[in-house]
């Protein structure tokens, strides 16, 4: 059965930083394009950062901030967040993705406020 378990979410102050987590098992992990996605509280799910391999995307409005990495020999990706509104506040969520298959995680909050 796959699982992916996020972890790192807190309370941050505005301008602070956070380091997400992402652990995968049940599945091969390097074979999954894993992204992050976020839900603020009364908006839909909104797509964060991408990696598949060795490429990137991002949301216009995290560029520069939010940094998405993984390590396959740890089944883990990454989210670090740098210079972090309060704008970013909310739900964060990890997700795998391979073909037609998906998989969630339970989501981790995040909260960025003075």
């Known amino acids: 059965q796959v699982q992916l378990e996020e972890s790192g979410g807190g309370l941050v102050q505005p301008g602070g930083s956070l380091r997400l987590s992402c652990a995968a098992s049940?599945?091969?992990?390097?074979?999954?394009?894993m992204s992050w996605y976020r839900q603020a509280p009364g908006k839909e799910r909104e797509l964060v950062a991408t990696?598949?391999?060795?490429?990137?995307n991002y949301a216009d409005s995290v560029k520069g901030r939010f940094t998405i990495s993984r390590d396959n020999a740890k089944n883990t990706v990454y989210l670090q967040m740098l210079s972090l509104k309060p704008e970013d506040t909310a739900v964060y969520y990890c997700?795998?993705?391979?073909?037609?298959?998906?998989?969630w995680g339970q989501g981790t909050q995040d909260t960025v406020s003075s």
């Open positions: 997700k795998a993705t391979r073909l037609v298959t998906v998989y």
């Open positions: 049940g599945c091969t992990f390097s074979t999954f394009a």
């Open positions: 990696i598949s391999r060795s490429t990137t």
